[in-house]
């Protein structure tokens, strides 16, 4: 959402860890994400994990040697498609 429209009242809820806000009298305008849990939001925003997940699965490699050769693969095929883009 760009800009809000002045003098135009907001509702605020919450859905599954996710903060929503929207225009009381304007329904044509959905709902936008303004927050909350940062799993949720990621969630709710069609991404596998959040930051902190990510970090910890990286932290877990170095305990892990399947899940450091899976990383690894991971790795090497997103650095594939994104020098194809």
């Not at 809000?4 to 809820?13: A, D, F, G, K, V």
Request: negative net charge; proline residues 7%; contains cysteine.
């Amino acid at each position: 959402m760009g800009k809000l429209i002045p003098n135009e009242p907001l509702i605020y809820e919450r859905s599954d860890g996710v903060v929503y806000a929207h225009y009381r009298d304007r329904p044509e305008i959905p709902r936008w994400i303004i927050g909350g849990d940062p799993g949720a939001v990621a969630r709710e925003q069609g991404r596998l994990c959040d930051y902190s997940a990510w970090i910890e699965m990286t932290d877990m490699c170095a305990e892990n040697p399947t899940l450091m050769k899976l990383m690894d693969k991971l790795v090497t095929t997103y650095y594939m498609i994104k020098d194809n883009k």
